[in-house]
């Protein structure tokens, strides 16, 4: 399909879930962005992606 709904979880380091979103992503590549509010601790922190039943995990770190 060429447009996909999806729903973004981050979480922490810990396993506590810190944002979960949902977004329609296009066929291709996609740059999500998610405002920390400046309450993000800097540290590591995993995403996971679900996108028609496929899930897929990243890990990103915030510095400041």
Same mark, same amino acid.
């Given at each position: 399909? &060429? =447009?996909? #709904?999806? =729903? /973004?979880? /981050?979480? =922490? %380091?810990? @396993? +506590?879930? /810190?944002? %979960?979103?949902? #977004?329609?992503? +296009? +066929? $291709? *590549?996609?740059?999500?962005? &998610? =405002? *920390?509010?400046? *309450?993000? #601790?800097? @540290? %590591?922190?995993?995403? %996971?992606? +679900?996108?028609? $039943?496929?899930?897929?995990?990243?890990?990103?770190?915030?510095?400041?």
């Amino acid at each position: 399909p &060429a =447009d996909a #709904q999806t =729903d /973004i979880l /981050i979480f =922490d %380091m810990n @396993g +506590k879930l /810190i944002r %979960m979103m949902n #977004q329609t992503l +296009k +066929k $291709g *590549t996609n740059l999500v962005t &998610a =405002d *920390t509010n400046n *309450t993000w #601790q800097p @540290g %590591m922190y995993n995403a %996971m992606v +679900k996108i028609n $039943g496929e899930l897929f995990t990243a890990r990103f770190v915030v510095l400041e």
